[in-house]
């Protein structure tokens, strides 16, 4: 006689075969899965190897990455270079504590050829700029500035050109005068079609800042630390700015005639507008950047007659510009991270 099931039986048997069909699952699964990650599936692309640490993170002279090594994608020497580049960075820290040696500059940017010029080797720069520096007895900033920048432009692969405009003699300063000059001069030079004018004491924090030109003019220096990081009024068009060649020819260039310190950026603004162009920034986060404090130099005084020459931009920048431009070269220096352009600009009276 068949003996009666005890309470729950099946109930128990329904379990274990649960349990046992879960665990065949789950090992079936295990082990498809640790096949998949030994073999992969055929052609599958290796995850891109982690970018190098920033390059001036620390005070001079910390080694910069190579700035022509080769993107996660190669690129053919052919090809444009990508934008943005691959390369950047972003935020840097900028000291000026510590001196700085150029022949040390030289030797951690070997890719810099004479005069201070580059390209990059693994793609075509997507345009060709010519950097114009006003200078006069600024040796020092000038050393900060060729040691922070050139890491900076290489990473933004760029195809420039660093020109030092140099004025010779003890009459007044003429900073828009000179960037004329280095406009003239770099194109005797090589083609560029966009020109970066930058004062020798300022330095970007970023290297997402681009130096090169956009469909309009560009004011590159919008947040500076000597304004709390703030741009100082909306006019404002001083410090780095960049204009390609049609436009800078467009405004007839920038006036020849502001002897002293101030007024020749509004007098730029004020032609950029006359001609019906605007101004393009970068936010206030990338366009970060700092100023070596220093004294105001002799013989660059405020120009009592600025604002009186501001107020007569539009009659006389048809005049007073490119067109009328007059100066003589004394001087070219090529030197191992710059192109030195030593000049006579005459006087205010001549």
Same mark, same amino acid.
């Given at each position: 006689? @068949? ?5 729950? !039986? ?11 069909? /879960? ?5 079936? !699964?295990?082990?498809?899965?640790? #096949? ?37 994608? #190669? ?45 990059? @080797? ?5 345009? $060709? ?11 020092? =900033? ?7 920048? =050139? ?16 004025? +010779? ?16 001069? #770099? ?18 924090? +970023? ?5 090169? /030109? ?23 068009? &001083?410090?780095?700015? #960049? ?21 020749? +950026? ?21 366009? $970060? /950047? ?21 107020? =007569? ?7 007073? &510009? ?5 100066? @003589? ?22």
């Amino acid at each position: 006689m @068949k003996e009666p099931s005890l309470p729950g !039986t099946s109930l128990q048997r329904a379990c274990r075969l649960l349990v046992a069909f /879960c665990a065949l699952h789950l090992s079936a !699964t295990l082990l498809y899965y640790l #096949a998949g990650s030994a073999l992969g599936p055929p052609g599958s692309p290796e995850p891109p190897p982690r970018r190098p640490p920033p390059a001036n993170l620390s005070l001079p002279f910390s080694r910069p990455p190579p700035p022509t090594a080769r993107s996660p994608t #190669a690129l053919s020497p052919t090809d444009p270079c990508p934008e943005p580049s691959p390369l950047l960075v972003g935020a840097l820290r900028v000291e000026f504590s510590q001196p700085v040696n150029l022949d040390e500059v030289a030797r951690l940017n070997p890719e810099v050829k004479a005069g201070g010029r580059f390209a990059p @080797k693994d793609c075509i720069a997507l345009q $060709k700029v010519a950097i114009i520096i006003p200078f006069r007895n600024r040796e020092e =900033h000038l050393k900060y500035w060729l040691y922070y920048l =050139h890491p900076i432009l290489q990473r933004q692969q760029l195809d420039y050109g660093v020109y030092v405009i140099n004025q +010779d003699g003890e009459e007044e300063f003429n900073r828009a005068k000179l960037l004329n000059i280095g406009f003239a001069e #770099a194109l005797k030079e090589y083609d560029y079609d966009c020109f970066v004018f930058s004062d020798v004491d300022l330095i970007p924090m +970023d290297d997402r800042n681009t130096y090169k /030109c956009y469909s309009q003019p560009r004011h590159l220096s919008v947040s500076m630390d000597k304004f709390g990081f703030r741009l100082p009024y909306n006019q404002y068009f &001083g410090g780095v700015s #960049a204009l390609s060649k049609e436009q800078f020819t467009k405004i007839n260039g920038f006036p020849n005639n502001y002897w002293g310190w101030g007024g020749e +950026d509004d007098d730029i603004y004020n032609r950029l507008v006359f001609k019906g162009m605007g101004i393009s920034r970068p936010d206030a986060i990338t366009g $970060k /950047c700092r100023m070596i404090r220093h004294s105001r130099d002799r013989k660059n005084e405020p120009n009592p007659e600025r604002f009186d020459r501001i107020a =007569h931009t539009r009659e006389t920048m048809s005049s007073d &510009g490119l067109n009328t431009l007059s100066y @003589k070269v004394l001087r070219t220096d090529k030197y191992p991270l710059y192109t030195r352009i030593t000049v006579d600009i005459g006087s205010p009276n001549s």
